[in-house]
């Protein structure tokens, strides 16, 4: 099993810059893809952002990119969502995921979730 932590979520302006962070314990080794997602209300969760295991390849929905960046640090078995440029649609919580196995980088299919960070973008 691999647990996943969300944090640095938060209220911004329009405009601003927010960096999330996202801890994995657990059996860790056997992480593939990480990614992260976002649901905002009345909406279905979407995924933003997808870095496989090396940090070589990336994935961007086309709502952020240019945006964001999605790194890892395989040493500190974390993932960041730099997040610049806010606008009030990004609002939304903010889900880390995990996945076990090897699948098409912009493929919606994980294996493991966090509890979620609230980002709040005000206008």
């Known amino acids: 099993q691999v647990q996943l932590v969300e944090s640095g979520g938060g209220l911004v302006q329009a405009g601003g810059s927010l960096r999330l962070s996202c801890a994995a314990s657990g059996r860790t080794s056997r992480i593939y893809d990480m990614g992260w997602f976002r649901q905002a209300p009345g909406k279905e969760r979407e995924l933003v952002a997808a870095i496989n295991w090396s940090g070589l390849s990336t994935y961007y929905a086309d709502s952020v990119k240019g945006r964001f960046t999605i790194s890892r640090d395989n040493a500190k078995n974390t993932v960041y969502l730099q997040m610049n440029s806010l606008k009030p649609e990004d609002t939304a919580i903010y889900y880390c995921?995990?996945?076990?196995?090897?699948?098409?980088?912009?493929?919606?299919?994980?294996?493991?979730w966090g509890q979620g960070t609230q980002v709040t973008v005000s206008s």
């Open positions: 995921a995990a996945r076990d196995r090897l699948d098409e980088l912009g493929s919606p299919e994980y294996d493991y």
